[in-house]
């Protein structure tokens, strides 16, 4: 994106609808951390798939399966604080590049556990947990680096194209994981995944010294979580992105009901879960595609409370529909105004924050975006449960849009904030 002398977005910007590929293009390190990115996401999709089909090959319960969630969940609230203290300590490029090892070798291990025929369950829960760590340690460390790549002008950017990254993963992963483990079994899945740690291995490595910037070299000693908490309740913009975030994900996350409405609305079976369950990560898809006009946008504040209604709203009618097709188009626009969303709330993240204090703000994202669709399950299904499946989708959406609505009267300076002068 380009911009003129009074900060003004160039016609070129405004007239973009593909995503904008500046960041790739102008970026080598970038570039080679997001080609990695990608390719170690469709990995830890087939990884996530196998895992579960082996788990439940082992038990024949789908309680046990649903026990990976709980092994990843708490090791992912607890050492998302942790790793992003420990990204606004060490040097991030090396804790990347040690939290990715780690995640390559705990895929050798699957590798091995399978070659030597060891069908322990609990086996399997340790690897998902521990995988879960090093996923915590890397991850903030690896967002806080985008900033320091890249132009503030081109966040936006990047923050669409990473999108593009987890939805690929998602939508991409699990479909080759069935693939693979149907033609060759489990271990060749493992292994594939490990094969594909090596580009974002390889990625970390090429990239220059990340340490935190500091004035005083001994205070990198004394990032705390508490210093990032306390940060964040004085800082009203950045406040704003994760209770917004909080709107959508707890209120209006109908996930949890997709097997039921599958079968009560559409009359379906399994495969129309399938559906439900990939049209919103689609239209994520699609949103970053089509993610060129982001880079326009000026008031991000605003645009993440639209985003937001947007979410609610769709939500809402997807709860009203009774034509699969019509759900399914409701589902993909709510994960294309989650994109948005997402690009935007993390684009403020970035710019707003201090580079000393960028990890552990980013660990804190890791947090509400790992416990929060959790809580929205059973906020959903409790819902549902007390009345019925449409009241809890469509009364959650509404819900949405309306808490998010009281955030804005409550701190109308978010809708303000202009991406020229950032403000947290």
Known sequence: MTESADGAAEPAARGRIFADLTPLRTSPDYRRLWFGNTVSWIGQGMTAL???????????????????????????????LYGGAVADTVDRRKLGLVSAFGSFLLSVALVGVTVAGIEQVGVLYGVVALQAVCFALNSPARSSMIARLLPAEQL?????????????????????????????????????????????????????SMLPERDDAADRKRASVLDGLRFLGTRPNLRMTFLSDLCAMVLAQPRALFPVVAVLWYGGDAKTTGLLVAAPALGALLGGVFSGWLGSVRRHGLAVLVAVACWGAAVAVFGLTRQ????????????????????????????????????????????????????????????????????AVTGGGIACAVAVGLLALRWPAFARYDARHPEA
């Open 324 to 391: 699969l097709w019509l759900g399914i188009l409701f589902l993909a626009l709510a994960g294309a105004a989650d994109t948005t969303s997402m690009v935007f709330r993390n684009t403020m993240l970035q710019a707003a924050v201090p580079d000393e204090l960028r990890g552990r703000l980013q660990g804190v994202f890791i947090v509400v975006v790992a416990g929060g669709p959790r809580l929205g399950d059973f906020l959903a299904g409790s819902a549902a449960d007390l009345t019925s499946p449409g009241l």
């Open 156 to 208: 936006p950017a990047a923050n669409a194209l990473n999108s593009m990254t987890s939805t690929t993963g998602t939508l991409v992963g699990p479909m080759l994981g069935g693939l693979i483990v149907g033609w060759w079994g489990y271990r060749a899945a493992y292994g594939v995944d490990a094969v594909t740690f090596t580009a974002s291995l390889y990625a970390m490595w090429r990239l220059p």
């Open 50 to 80: 196998a895992v579960s089909l082996q788990v439940y090959d082992l038990t024949g319960s789908a309680f046990s399966v649903g026990l990976i969630g709980a092994c990843s969940l708490v090791p992912l609230v607890v050492f998302g």
